[in-house]
């Protein structure tokens, strides 16, 4: 979690203050007082990490009101006396002290308790997250978030693997949070959602004039992420040509908008999410592998719900907590979720959720539940072009690799209709020649 604390020393004794400031610089940054007044004016104006005091301070033991104010702001909190008043020691823990040391063992022993509760605070922040913001009980995802939660990786690429509705944006927006704090900027855009000839601008900006509809200059993501974060979902759906950028923007650091031969640079930390396989679109020529190795300086993947079986329950618990009203699942019910396969993932386990919150049942029961998804089932039979095979599909890998697989099928029916002549096939499928050769290329289809 945070490494670089913010501490308040609060001290009467110049010299003994100096040697207090020399202990605790290591952990972060000093600020100091000698008296309660001085101490009470920065507290009141500024959150600290780390609080360490004096008992007795001028005008009495003051160090008390200290602990506090400390307490109130949630600070860790440490205790120093050269007293064995045991009444006063007791008023101190009854005031919120963490730890009571005397300041004749304070070189020796301060640091190890200072480590100490910061062990304890990070493990309980940890807890909470897993509880509260990214539930799940999967001992291998647990290790490899929080070890991203625990190291400072700034400047470095991250990329999020995993089916669709697993949770990367929610995971990006956490790292983020985490890593250059909330205040930072936290800049999303999902490049499945952008035409390849808009993506260039969204990405890098444009000039006014730079084409057609460029009214005025636009600022593009990268630059509005410079001290913070860019996440760049689906980023495996980039063409070639906006690889190539891509890569140069990261490594440089420096981008030129649309129509602009001036060099923009922006200090931003990306992270990547796809449910795609990139390693095989590098295989099959799709993907840059310099690109692809430049994401993945640190990966994390996000299995699908069915592999972590054990995290159900949780997000059950969790989408019950988000609804305004409160509903009581029965046993059986609780078994029929479980047992599902969920093939959209933590995304279709929400609706449910939301679904069940709507039909107005304060018990919901096995043959209830049972209602709601028979209403998605029957909702999902065919309507038009479009029915329950294809949905599975596309909550399995995303409309885009639903798109992908439809035309990749009909190229390979059509060449084979006749014969591999392709004027004949472009004539039938109603696309040009380019649009052809390129679902040839990228689906290898000889």
């Not at 991250?158 to 930072?184: N, Y």
């Not at 006014?208 to 993501?221: H, I, N, V």
């Not at 913070?228 to 030129?256: C, N, W, Y």
């Amino acid at each position: 979690m945070k490494t670089t604390l913010r501490i308040l020393i609060v001290e009467d004794d110049k010299y003994f203050l100096q040697h207090l400031r020399e202990i605790l610089t290591p952990f972060g940054v000093i600020e100091t007082a000698m008296e309660w007044p001085a101490a009470a004016k920065l507290l009141k104006s500024n959150h600290y990490d780390l609080v360490v005091t004096d008992l007795h301070l001028p005008s009495g033991p003051d160090g008390i009101q200290v602990l506090e104010a400390a307490r109130q702001q949630h600070a860790m909190r440490i205790m120093l006396t050269s007293s064995d008043e045991e009444a006063l020691i007791t008023l101190a823990y009854a005031q919120g002290a963490q730890h009571v040391l005397t300041k004749t063992q304070a070189r020796e022993h301060l640091p190890a308790f200072v480590r100490s509760l910061l062990t304890q605070r990070d493990h309980q922040k940890l807890t909470s997250l897993f509880e509260e913001r990214f539930p799940t009980k999967d001992a291998g995802l647990i290790a490899d978030i929080t070890r991203l939660l625990t190291s400072p990786w700034q400047g470095r690429s991250l990329l999020i693997t995993g089916p669709t509705g697993t949770g990367k944006s929610v995971l990006g927006k956490l790292l983020a949070e985490t890593l250059v704090g909330q205040s930072a900027p936290f800049i999303h855009l999902n490049c499945s959602e952008i035409p390849d000839n808009l993506l260039e601008s969204e990405l890098f900006g444009h000039e006014k004039g730079a084409f057609t509809g460029a009214e005025q200059k636009r600022e593009g993501k990268l630059k509005a992420a410079d001290g913070g974060v860019l996440f760049l979902d689906e980023v495996g759906t980039m063409s070639p040509s906006m690889q190539q950028k891509l890569l140069k923007a990261i490594e440089e650091k420096t981008f030129f908008p649309v129509g602009s031969s001036k060099a923009e640079k922006s200090a931003f930390t990306l992270i990547t999410a796809t449910c795609e396989d990139l390693q095989g679109k590098i295989r099959q020529g799709m993907f840059r592998a310099d690109l692809y190795f430049r994401l993945a300086a640190l990966t994390v993947k996000l299995p699908s719900l069915s592999e972590r079986k054990t995290d159900i329950e949780g997000f059950v618990r969790f989408f019950q907590s988000q609804s305004p009203r409160r509903f009581v699942l029965t046993p059986d019910a609780s078994q029929m979720l479980i047992n599902r396969a969920w093939p959209g993932n933590i995304r279709e386990l929400r609706q449910t959720m939301l679904a069940l919150a709507d039909i107005g049942k304060g018990v919901v029961d096995a043959i209830a539940l049972q209602s709601v998804l028979g209403e998605t089932i029957s909702s999902n039979q065919s309507t038009g072009l479009v029915n329950d095979d294809v949905r599975k599909y596309v909550l399995a890998h995303g409309l885009r690799g639903y798109f992908q697989l439809v035309e990749k099928q009909l190229a390979q029916e059509s060449l084979e209709r006749h014969q591999g002549k392709i004027t004949l096939c472009i004539k039938e499928l109603k696309i040009s020649s380019s649009a052809f050769y390129r679902i040839l290329q990228e689906h290898q289809i000889s």
